[in-house]
T-cell receptor
Framework: ETGVTQSPTHLIKTRGQQVTLRCSSQ?????VSWYQQALGQGPQFIFQ???????GRGNFPPRFSGLQFPNYSSELNVNALELDDSALYLC??????????FGSGTRLTVV | KQEVTQIPAALSVPEGENLVLNCSFT??????LQWFRQDPGKGLTSLLL?????REQTSGRLNASLDKSSGRSTLYIAASQPGDSATYLC?????????FGEGTQLTVNP
């Protein structure tokens, strides 16, 4: 399989709920990263996983957590959703830090 | 802390014009630099990747340069077309992360 696939494409949640976003990376891409992009801004780094271990984290609280699985899929979990969590969430994968391929993103709206 | 700045924030040009988008970064200890294109509400499409040891990369009508010592990169678009209208994002890789600028919103008018 080629490319990075994210699901769902759109999601509406209520403040305080929990959400799980999913990403399927390209085969052979050991590195997966998640980014949050607010409207009109550049993407902000949430965290990165390399071979199923977190190896970098941005300035996001612990209620943002993730997992990477051996089959090149990964998850972003956000607990206790806040209105400011409304954004486009992007998944990116890379073959050992050599350039990143991004998915189409999940648009999360928290009401 | 790495910071990336893109100038201008928005640009409107007539079709056929050549144009340059600018990107600057504060920490020259980068692994590589990537230029992306983003259409409204969509994900990022990689345009060009320049390794830190390289000076430029070309793909079709696009040419990107990198001057690591001065912390600058430019994206040159030749003979612009209305289909080039999008937001262009510059990102540098340092450590385990990409650091993005806020983008240049390009409009090419027919």
């Amino acid at each position: 399989e080629t490319g990075v696939t994210q699901s769902p494409t759109h999601l509406i949640k209520t403040r305080g709920q929990q959400v799980t976003l999913r990403c399927s990376s390209q085969s052979g891409h050991n590195t997966v990263s998640w980014y949050q992009q607010a409207l009109g801004q550049g993407p902000q780094f949430i965290f990165q996983y390399y071979r199923e271990e977190e190896n970098g984290r941005g300035n996001f609280p612990p209620r943002f957590s993730g997992l990477q699985f051996p089959n090149y899929s990964s998850e972003l979990n956000v607990n206790a959703l806040e209105l400011d969590d409304s954004a486009l969430y992007l998944c990116a994968s890379s073959p050992d830090n050599y350039g990143y391929t991004f998915g189409s993103g999940t648009r999360l709206t928290v009401v | 802390k790495q910071e990336v700045t893109q100038i201008p924030a928005a640009l409107s040009v007539p079709e056929g014009e050549n144009l340059v988008l600018n990107c600057s970064f504060t920490d020259s200890a980068i692994y590589n630099l990537q230029w992306f294109r983003q259409d409204p509400g969509k994900g990022l499409t990689s345009l060009l990747l320049i390794q830190s040891s390289q000076r430029e990369q070309t793909s079709g009508r696009l040419n990107a340069s990198l001057d690591k010592s001065s912390g600058r990169s430019t994206l040159y678009i030749a003979a612009s077309q209305p289909g080039d209208s999008a937001t262009y994002l510059c990102a540098v890789t340092s450590g385990s992360r990409l650091t993005f600028g806020e983008g240049t919103q390009l409009t090419v008018n027919p």
